[in-house]
């Protein structure tokens, strides 16, 4: 019976791959969930970047109101679930008819993960040691000058590895996505494609995307590696 | 000059500004430092001329480091003011990178940036302050063609020619650093990382990456006190050097001996004050302050 299941299912897995009205469910698939992978990412390291920044300035006067925002900003975002805030995005936020769902979910996405980039790279930064700074500043370079000649390059080599971390596990969140609505995303063409009408089985379907989701994981892993290795290189000699 | 009524401090509750003396290199006045509660320095008024060589001394927690980083305004005075060259440290319209420019400090740890080589690390900053400079005098150049294309032939400016390129001022850094390397006979090390070198090698390139500013005055802030007690002897003896050339240098130090040696002035803190000052002779030689004579039977 299980050599049954498994023939069959390899049969339906070359059909996924050889018939257009699947393969292109399945490429759809992948380029929206790369989409709104990439998209969330780039908005998410943008926002825990400048989010970091302002988290790291002394407390002075001028930085009371927005260091406090973004306390607020970094605590509610990871202190609420993802689905949660996905659905108050495109539920309250951007109920918009014809607003489309994919730009809702980079939004909400992105914003979700610039709150764990801004702590990564916040950690990053705080892991070098104050007598860098005080060395830069003594010699009479700015703050700004300091921090991006000789701080954030130290802590570069912290920071990448978590933030690598962050990324994969958002775009294994983005699988949410559907759950707010119709969006072609890899986990949505899978349920697609088994349908009762279609393939009617989820097996195969969902075989192939969890291998596009590895492979996805796997490219970005091999990717994180090799910057780390760089980063390293440069150090020491 | 509309000065004086507007003048914006690092704090609020500043004491007035009393007219400092033009003589002096640093004058504090009122200097007072607190972290929260905790009032390391008490009211401290003092001058430091040129050519001085002022050993720092106290016991520890006295507030000797706080004093050496409120020279510099590393550490905000909470109260005071600080002059350097005339100029108020604690006004907040004085450019405070531009006058640390002119003072070089040296840390206990060495601080020496870790991500970059030997040679970077003595260059980085007088690089980077000659290309801000020429950035300075090209918008200059710039805005006098600028307005020489609306005056008559006779009545053009004088525009002057720049003297100096980006690639001139990165070989004259360099060739520098390597005078200072090859000084303290550490020029093989001018492209190893820091994380290569022995505290001592660490220490004396972090005096020449002072050096390399060509400061008026130089802070250290115990230079030895980090070190194997073989290497201490080096250091002291480039920090010697120093002050046999002339340089004026405030060290905050545990080794009495070398501040008797090399001080013209010791200062003794205490208590966020300074309890008793004079040349080496008077505070080694005849102490009168009960809290300075006891030290001193602790340490000597
Ligand atoms: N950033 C800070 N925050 C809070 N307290 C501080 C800070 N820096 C120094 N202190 C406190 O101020 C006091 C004086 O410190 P300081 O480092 O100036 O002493 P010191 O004379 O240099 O001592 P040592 O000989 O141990 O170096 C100490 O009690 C110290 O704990
Ligand atoms: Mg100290």
Known sequence: ?237 | MKRNKDEKFLKTEKTPVEPFDPSALIEVQHLTKSFGELKVLDDISEKIFHGEKIAVIGPSGSGKSTFLRCLNVLEDPTDGHVFFEGNNLCNLKVDINVQRRRMGMVFQQFNLFNNMTVLKNITLAPIHVGLLELKKSKRKIFALKLKNLFKSKANKLPVPTLQTSAKKIKQDAEANAMRLLNRIGLADKANVYPSTLSGGQKQRIAIVRALAMNPKVMLFDEPTSALDPEMVGEVLSLIKELADEGMTMVIVTHEMAFAREVATRVLFMDGGKIQEQGTPEQIFGSPTNARLKEFLSKVL
């Open chain 1, 1 to 237: 019976m299980y050599t049954q299941i498994a023939a069959n299912t390899f049969e339906q897995i070359i059909t996924i791959f050889s018939k257009p009205e699947y393969s292109n469910y399945l490429w759809l698939g992948l380029g929206t969930t790369l989409y709104i992978s990439v998209c969330a990412a780039l908005l998410g390291i943008l926002l825990g970047t400048l989010v970091a920044m302002i988290k790291i300035q002394p407390d002075s006067k001028v930085w009371v109101a927005p260091k406090f925002i973004c306390g607020i900003y970094t605590t509610v975002i990871r202190g609420t679930p993802m689905a949660l805030q996905l659905f108050i995005m495109a539920f309250v936020i951007f109920a918009i008819r014809g607003f489309p769902l994919e730009i809702t979910a980079i939004l909400a996405f992105g914003i979700n993960s610039g709150a764990y980039v801004s702590e990564n790279i916040r950690a990053g930064i705080l892991s070098i040691d104050k007598g860098q700074t005080e060395a830069g500043r003594a010699l009479g370079l700015s703050s700004g000058y300091t921090l991006f000649r000789i701080i954030i390059p130290q802590g570069m080599k912290n920071v990448i590895p978590a933030i690598g971390n962050e990324l994969i596990a958002l775009i294994k969140e983005t699988s949410i996505v559907s759950m707010a609505g119709t969006v072609f995303d890899l986990t949505y063409v899978a349920k697609v494609m088994g349908a009762p009408n279609e393939l009617a089985t989820y097996l195969a379907p969902m075989l192939v995307v969890a291998v596009f989701y590895l492979i996805i994981v796997y490219a970005l892993t091999l990717v994180i590696k090799l910057i780390e290795r760089r980063l390293r290189k440069s150090e020491k000699k």
